[in-house]
């Protein structure tokens, strides 16, 4: 700044970068291109790093190094799939489907806990339960099946918790400030869906926690909801642990963290925190090399799945781990974003939900691996193998997109200049077009001098513009 008080434009090259990042971020199709890069990208690494766990495992026993990663690929392939699909629906049909997934949801976790506690009464030691048949259903710990068809109901309770969480609170608006309208129906209802999964899954329901308070921030739910929230979550997450007499190992992973040492059982405990300790630490600064690693050799449990990160300190080093985590961070970013800009409250409080439900999954999972929280056993998102998980997540991702393609300025810009018809046809229609400003230059009065909203501006409030 000069002498004058007159700003003088940045200079040199870090100047002329910010200048650069700035004006590609203010292009209309930015956080459309983001989400696909960052989510495209971390597929491509789970992929990759799947392969480098799994090939020498399935080759001693299959003979064929590739077993894994074709199920994992066939599962990407699905996923892509869900992923178009979700893109492509209006709101007014994940809206329509809200109700009959919460119902789903139910059915199908209560039928796995059901499943699961009458594995357990016929078998009360727990290294000795095993899947239980009903003709061609199975239930395996997590995993419902059909023949050779299995998914694991938690995932779907999350995107469902998404959606109708999300319908509720646009339906009611601003009437959620009042305490009466928070317990009829949506705190039942969660707490009895978080209940069921954390039955026999207590990190998804930790997960879920999360999103969940990730959609109540959304929808600008006051400061006394979160404390109580947390009281109601701290006790749940207590009982979890105490009461059922065959969950020991969560406790065991909570002695574990404070203290190696004491653990009673190495193989749910110290065994694999420790190995995990020792990937990340043998990896450096740049890998031993993608492939080289000795410690998915059977050494390190569930290396392709929960403790996958380790794999990729150990083998990629601090840089291969800094790309996960700045992927990450832009989809952090490139979420929020949409949830900022969008007009419809409902894919607002979708967009807000999902990303925080991403980011936070993938926080824990890390934070377990480096020994910054207790192992939880959740994957990665979109990196560690399993099916369901990278379908659904895709499929979210997908819901995700098709709020970026509603963004207000890449709406404009899509329409100004549309695709071929066979590239509406093959990929995406045409996003709507947003509503009339109330006022005369298409500029939200809320964010005219600051450019941020003003306090009452909610995101389940009526839309009046862009908030930039």
Request: hydrophobic share 50%; with cysteine; glycine share 10%.
């Amino acid at each position: 700044m000069r002498s004058d008080g007159e700003e003088v434009p940045n200079s040199g090259w870090a100047g002329n970068f910010v200048g650069t990042l700035r004006g590609l971020l203010d292009r209309p199709l930015a956080s459309y291109y983001l989400l696909l890069s960052s989510v495209g990208l971390l597929v491509f690494i789970g992929l990759v790093m799947v392969f480098s766990v799994t090939s020498v495992g399935n080759y001693a026993k299959t003979g064929s190094p590739f077993t894994s990663i074709a199920t994992q690929a066939l599962s990407a392939v699905v996923g892509l799939l869900a992923f178009w699909v979700c893109q492509r629906l209006p709101v007014r049909t994940f809206r329509a489907l809200a109700i009959p997934l919460m119902l789903a949801s139910f059915v199908l976790m209560s039928f796995v806990d059901l499943m699961g506690w009458l594995a357990a009464r016929r078998a009360p030691d727990a290294a000795s339960v095993s899947a239980i048949h009903l003709g061609p259903i199975w239930v395996d710990d997590l995993w419902l099946g059909v023949g050779s068809l299995q998914l694991q109901p938690v995932e779907l309770a999350k995107i469902a918790l998404v959606v109708w969480g999300a319908d509720l609170l646009v339906r009611k608006g601003r009437t959620i400030l009042s305490w009466r309208e928070l317990l009829m129906p949506l705190f039942p209802v969660t707490v009895a869906l978080l209940l069921l999964v954390g039955y026999n899954d207590l990190g998804s329901m930790i997960c879920m926690v999360v999103l969940f308070t990730g959609l109540l921030w959304a929808a600008g739910a006051r400061l006394p909801v979160f404390g109580w929230l947390g009281g109601f979550f701290t006790a749940g997450v207590v009982a979890l642990i105490l009461l059922p007499a065959n969950k020991d190992y969560r406790l065991d992973r909570i002695k574990v963290f404070f203290d190696p040492s004491i653990d009673p059982k190495a193989q749910n405990g110290r065994y694999q925190y420790l190995r995990g300790l020792w990937a990340v630490a043998d990896g450096g600064w740049f890998g031993v090399g993608l492939g080289q690693g000795h410690l998915k050799w059977g050494r390190l449990p569930n290396a392709h799945n929960d403790y996958i990160f380790a794999i990729v300190a150990e083998e990629l080093g601090v840089v291969g781990c800094m790309v996960v985590l700045l992927l990450f961070g832009m989809l952090t970013y490139t979420g929020l974003r949409i949830a900022r800009r969008v007009d419809d409250p409902f894919r607002r409080l979708v967009a807000a939900s999902i990303t925080i439900w991403f980011v936070g999954q993938a926080i824990i999972n890390i934070g377990g691996i480096v020994g910054l929280m207790p192992i939880t056993g959740l994957p990665l998102p979109f990196i560690s193998y399993g099916g369901s998980a990278l379908v659904v997540a895709l499929g979210a991702a997908g819901i995700l997109t098709s709020a970026a393609r509603a963004e207000p300025d890449c709406a404009r810009a899509m329409h100004a200049r549309p695709p071929r018809k066979w590239v509406r046809l093959l990929w995406a229609p045409l996003p709507p077009l947003p509503r009339a400003r109330e006022d005369g230059d298409g500029v939200d009065p809320s964010t005219r001098t600051t450019g941020r909203p003003s306090a009452s501006h909610s995101l389940t409030g009526s839309p009046r513009g862009r908030s930039t």
